[in-house]
């Protein structure tokens, strides 16, 4: 055998050692892939800013709306009609309300996805096998940015939002079901307002 072969077989026995690195999704392709998610249904564990720690379900019906459907209590936080109204379990006063615009999270609810567009992409990374897209609204970056964590073949796994005053919560997804169909209701803040009185 040559001396160029003994060099070069320790780097190809190290090579077959440790799986491929993923390769980085497209930012076309997740852009594909999120306006291909209508509906969806997935269990959800949400590290908040302070450390804990909550459970439940997370319904998505694109474009727009989504239901957070909290463990433990009756927090509930809905976005639907450009509206997010978050229902604090322990309080019997209305929710607090605010444009789904100015959140970070309307950017995967968004009626058609773009992430080539200027300035909303400030990250892109591949990550433990993972693609990391981090992004904001380039006219509004005050309202903070959101980190979604992608796995091969294009899946969302988790989304970490920034918000304007730099708290984060992070939101990992159990397996998502697709195509699920939902009341009409399961989005409408008024009658959740209604039902709580």
């Known amino acids: 055998m040559k001396l160029r072969s003994l060099a070069i077989a320790p780097v190809l026995a190290l090579a077959m050692a440790f799986p491929a690195m993923a390769e980085k999704i497209p930012l076309n392709e997740i852009s594909r892939y999120l306006n291909s ?14 450390g ?5 379900t997370v319904f998505i019906h694109r474009p727009n ?8 209590d009756k927090t509930l936080v809905l976005a639907s009609a450009g509206q997010v109204a978050v229902f604090d379990g322990k309080s019997r006063s209305g929710p607090q309300q605010y444009p789904l615009s100015q959140t970070p999270l309307s950017i995967i609810l968004d009626q058609n996805v773009n992430l080539a567009r200027k300035g909303m992409v400030t990250g892109h990374s591949e990550r433990k096998n993972t693609t990391v897209v981090k992004a904001h609204d380039p006219a509004h970056p005050q309202y903070g940015s959101i980190e979604m964590v992608f796995t091969a073949p294009t899946e969302l796994r988790q989304w970490v939002v920034t918000d304007d005053t730099g708290k984060k919560t992070t939101v990992i997804l159990g397996e998502m079901k697709k195509g699920v169909s939902f009341k009409p209701s399961t989005f409408a803040i008024q009658n959740e307002i209604n039902r709580r009185k």
Request: proline share 0%; aromatic share 12%; no cysteine.
């Open 65 to 72: 709306r989504v239901r957070f459907e909290y463990k433990g």
């Open 37 to 50: 998610l209508k509906t969806a249904q997935a269990e959800f564990t949400q590290v908040n800013g302070d």
């Open 52 to 56: 804990s720690i909550s459970t439940g």
